[in-house]
DNA sequence: AAACTATTTAAGAATTATTATTACCTAATA
DNA sequence: TATTAGGTAATAATAATTCTTAAATAGTTT
């Protein structure tokens, strides 16, 4: 289950649960960055909650972005590049980037549970967190670049 | 194969291959770079090169490192804390991170092979390349920290 | 409901990893 | 050896993220 199907109330006690106060940016924050799967930058983020809450500064996306990291509702995604993108999926699957136009799609990984935890019996590491990346060129890029994109030509 | 198993030789070609030249300096840090499994940042190349070559710059490492992705010698691994990581393994394997000392150790994950194929027939994706991440507290750190660490506690 | 207080916000400054610029320099080649 | 396209070192520029601070407010207490 998505985090992002469940309600306000679910998200003000996650926030309240642990000490944060459920002020009215970070509801919107928090609504915004849930429900959009197309793995935002802080940036679009903040451009995107502006429409709904005009005043908002960035440093509070940043800082709500943390928080909602700090309680397991979003993933953050680091690129090269120096764009870090943020997923509101935080179950183990894969996600698929496109280098050169920047999309990413998840996609289902069912055999990770297993995975992980034929890891986490087989050694001392304790486990609190994955990423699968795929990298290449989606249905749309692939088709116009035969060979390996140069780097300048790359988004991620 | 780990490719610092090859020769200086390989190296000297496979720069020249793609049109680059064969430089001392490069040929320092792909030295360096390619036997260093431990996941070196940028600033960590730069300040062990500089005992070999003590009058290379910072942006020479840089420059390079990117040429050494380009020819598929290195993975580049981006983190959150603004660091950068290179991986001198570029087959598919499991990358062990430990959020707390920053520790990073590859793992080999068989099962990647067949999993990227099933994906590559059964999508129009073209695969080029792949990242994956396990995260949590290494044997180490792990008995310091029962629950989760704080975010101004971990390295990664 | 008003007061209280620790937390949060907005704005802008600071930080810093990475990239770009530029004036020499040199590897590869003829 | 001369030529030259590309590389290097030094440093400036860039930009994502974090920090700082004064004013505001959420949650609680009276």
Excluded at 114 to 140: A, N, P
Aim: net charge positive.
């Amino acid at each position: 289950m998505y985090i992002h199907e469940k309600s306000l109330r679910t998200i003000i006690d996650a926030l309240r649960k642990k000490g944060y106060k459920a002020t009215p940016q970070r509801i919107a924050i928090c609504k915004y960055v849930l429900q959009d799967t197309t793995h935002p930058s802080a940036k679009i983020v903040y451009q995107r909650v502006r429409k709904e809450y005009p005043t908002i500064s960035l440093a509070t996306v940043y800082q709500t972005l943390k928080v909602l990291k700090e309680l397991n509702l979003i993933q953050e995604l680091p690129f090269s590049k120096r764009e870090t993108r943020f997923d509101p999926n935080v179950n183990p699957h894969i996600n698929m980037v496109c280098l050169k136009c920047g999309k990413i799609v998840d996609i289902n990984f069912p055999e990770a549970d297993s995975l992980l935890k034929q890891i986490s019996e087989s050694t001392r590491f304790r486990i609190t967190g994955q990423r699968i990346d795929i990298y290449g060129f989606c249905e749309v890029c692939g088709q116009f670049s035969i060979s390996i994109a140069k780097n300048k030509e790359k988004m991620l």
